[in-house]
């Protein structure tokens, strides 16, 4: 069984970091795009990064630029997100994405999705 396991969320002053983390388990991803997602409270879930099989970074959504960065160690078949100076407006539950090709995480069709982890950013 595939699964995808997102962890590192959690309550966060403004200002603040996090590093999330996902880690595969039932196959690997070393040939595999993988990505982030997140879904404010009642809004629609938006691509955060994603990041190529060979650990080239391909996409950022604008308002996550300069503040997040996406990393793979392929070895330990995980994914990471860092996110530095966090706002209010990142609050979310952030998923993790892989499987396919960064084309497919781009259009939110991923083989896989974790089950999501909250961020919550006080101000």
């Known amino acids: 069984q595939v699964q995808l396991v997102e962890s590192g969320g959690g309550l966060v002053q403004a200002g603040g970091s996090l590093r999330l983390s996902c880690a595969a388990s039932g196959r690997t991803f070393n040939s595999d795009a993988m990505g982030w997602f997140r879904q404010p409270p009642g809004k629609e879930r938006d691509l955060v990064a994603v990041?190529?099989?060979?650990?080239?970074?391909?996409y950022y959504a604008d308002s996550v630029k300069g503040r997040f960065t996406i990393s793979r160690d392929n070895a330990k078949n995980t994914v990471y997100l860092q996110m530095n100076s966090l706002k209010p407006e990142d609050t979310a539950v952030y998923y993790c994405?892989?499987?396919?090709?960064?084309?497919?995480?781009?259009?939110?069709?991923?083989?896989?999705w974790g089950q999501g982890t909250q961020v919550t950013v006080s101000s």
């Open positions: 990041i190529g099989w060979t650990g080239a970074v391909t």
């Open positions: 994405a892989g499987g396919g090709s960064a084309a497919a995480i781009r259009r939110a069709s991923p083989t896989y």
